[in-house]
């Protein structure tokens, strides 16, 4: 079932070595998704694209990306202990 839904949201092509599909609000649950199910390519370059947004990711999506990560991790369960 993970490696069913990792499909709809991770693309991989060979202009674009590695592009994750994330939702805005929940930029942790599809990153974490992403991690448990596709470890060998987390060397591969990261571009991201979100879901129902246009953007190309040239550098200012991924900053944001990783912005909205580590808040969410920071505000999560797994720092605060409240669920």
């Known amino acids: 079932m993970l490696r069913e839904q990792a499909r709809t949201c991770i693309r991989q092509t060979d202009e ?4 994750l599909e994330v939702r ?3 930029v942790l ?3 974490l998704q992403y991690i ?4 060998e390519d987390l060397h591969s370059p990261l571009h991201i694209r979100y879901l129902e947004e246009q ?4 550098g200012g999506l991924r900053r944001e ?3 909205l990560f580590l808040y969410q991790v ?10």
Not at 16 to 19: E, S
Not at 36 to 39: C, E, F, G, K, M
Request: proline share 3%; charged share 25%; no cysteine.
């Open 24 to 26: 805005r609000n929940f």
């Open 29 to 31: 649950r599809d990153a």
């Open 55 to 58: 953007g190309i990711d040239l």
């Open 65 to 67: 990306f990783w912005t």
């Open 36 to 39: 448990r199910v596709s470890q």
């Open 74 to 83: 920071s505000h999560s369960t797994f720092i605060t202990g409240k669920s």
């Open 16 to 19: 674009d070595p590695l592009t």
